[in-house]
């Protein structure tokens, strides 16, 4: 089975279906709304740094991991250690890929929906963000709704994975990252040239320091996690399909340079529109349904604005959503020996169906809670709060401690010898950041989520 496992056709490939992982709601719909919650270009400074100093050294380990064993994320485990400790890492990584793609695939739906009701023109007659709440209450309201557009995502999800990691993965991630770039790039202008922009690009570059404080900046570390799809096996998987003859490290420096330019691109788009507005730019989660379309709707020409900007959050989602269920189906391929398509429609279809309650969450079961969360908050805040930092933790961890560090630094230099001899310093920093500072921050964004700390 080994000799025919699927492979990446090219490294440009690669690199554009990792971004794609990576680049998804975080991206375009969180980052900007906590960035705007914690005062901006200081935020982001602090975020940056949480990215070179934890993300990146952990993606590069998680992309090491999975291209030496050419495994999913319990298989490749399996293949380093005896210890069936390790194991359970990896199966809960997978476990995390099924609850978080059954939430994603709500939200996924909710951008699709929102292109629609563009195209419908619902979105156009807004005069403030108030109104268009009030519609966004009626449409997330609505079990149909929610269901429907929850169903047509997760269809698409599946109709791309089931044609695996050439064919589907890769060709669809070619197609549509150029698409999502240049629709960035449009919105971006758009934004800069509106009267009244320069405010909002100050907010962006003009750091207020009084506004970060121990919340943001776990906020800020939490972030540099999710954004980079890591802790549950999702790059793992990715860089099993890559070859050895490509650097693992440049390819990371590249996914982690395409993730944080397609935030800041967002927030720059998103904020000199608000900025331009007049309207808060701390709006939090209902920054994206509810200001943008009272901006959109203030715009002329408005319509396409709004019906590119749905889109690109769909395409983000969706590039997003195929890197869930695939750490799910190379699981069931590589270990239980299922084949491609008969794993995407059983585990597939058994994450549509968690999905379900997630969706009515916003409506029928809009009162059934635990401790004050509905179905959809615990999934959400139990794989993204507690399933990704502590697979985050273990996996830098294991490569730090437990997988021996001369087979790290062989494995790592497959593909990157001439970077290891150009830069001989950087084996010593990455270690460090992997041994102490990544370990003990996370532990500290782990010891907040669970609200010990
Ligand atoms: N990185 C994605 C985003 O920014 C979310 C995501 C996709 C993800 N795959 C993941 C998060 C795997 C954690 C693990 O929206």
């Known amino acids: 089975m080994t000799q025919n496992r699927e492979k990446w056709g090219s490294k440009f490939g690669f690199i554009l279906a990792a971004a794609g992982s990576a680049v998804g709601l975080g991206n375009i719909w969180k980052f900007p709304y906590i960035a705007g919650e914690n005062g901006g270009a ?24 999975g291209r030496t064993t050419q495994r999913n994320p319990v298989g490749a485990f399996a293949a380093l250690t005896p210890s069936k400790m390790w194991l359970s890492v990896g199966f809960l990584g997978v476990l995390a890929g099924f609850m978080i793609l059954s939430f994603y695939s709500v939200i996924g739906g909710w951008t699709i929906g929102y292109v629609i009701e563009t195209l419908r023109g619902s979105l156009s007659n807004f005069h403030s963000p108030e109104e268009a709440g009030v519609l966004f209450g009626v449409l997330s309201g609505s079990a149909t709704w929610t269901l429907g557009y929850h169903t047509i995502f997760f269809a698409m999800t599946m109709f791309i994975v089931v044609r695996g990691v050439q064919g589907g993965i890769e060709k669809s991630s070619k197609i549509m990252m150029p698409i999502l770039l240049s629709i960035l790039v449009i919105l971006m202008i758009r934004g800069m040239t509106l009267p009244g922009a320069d405010k909002g690009l100050a907010f962006l570059l003009v750091p207020d320091w009084a506004k970060i404080n121990g919340q943001s900046i776990l906020i800020a570390l939490g972030h540099a996690f999710f954004t ?103 699981y069931f391929v590589d270990e239980k020996g299922w084949n491609r398509k008969g794993a995407v429609m059983i585990f597939g279809g058994s994450i549509y169906l968690l999905g379900i309650p997630s969706a009515l969450s916003f409506n029928l079961m809009s009162d059934v809670t635990l401790f004050g969360k509905t179905f959809f908050d615990i999934v959400d805040f139990i794989a993204s709060n507690v399933l990704l930092p502590f697979g985050g933790l273990m996996i830098a961890i294991f490569a730090g401690w437990v997988w021996s560090r001369t087979s790290v630094m062989t494995a790592v230099k497959e593909g990157a010898e001439d970077l290891f001899e150009a830069y001989p310093w950087f084996e010593g920093v990455w270690f460090l950041f992997l041994r102490f500072v990544a370990p003990v921050l996370i532990t500290l964004v782990l010891l907040n989520s669970l609200g010990i700390m």
């Open 228 to 330: 980079l799809s890591l802790g549950m096996g999702a790059m793992m998987t990715y860089g099993s399909y890559m070859s050895k003859k490509d650097s693992v490290i440049t390819a990371s420096a590249q996914i982690v340079f395409l993730d944080t330019l397609i935030a800041i691109m967002a927030g720059v788009a998103i904020f000199t529109a608000v900025f331009a507005s007049g309207l808060d730019p701390a709006a939090g989660p209902g920054l994206i349904f509810q200001t943008l379309p009272a901006v959109f709707a203030g715009m002329t020409g408005g319509v396409y604005f709004s019906f590119l900007f749905f889109l690109l959050l769909a395409i983000a989602a969706l590039t997003s959503a195929i890197s869930l269920l695939e750490v799910v189906v190379a």
């Open 42 to 65: 200081a935020f982001i400074f602090v975020y940056l740094i949480c990215i070179g100093i934890i993300g990146f050294p952990v993606l590069i380990a998680e992309v090491l991991i």
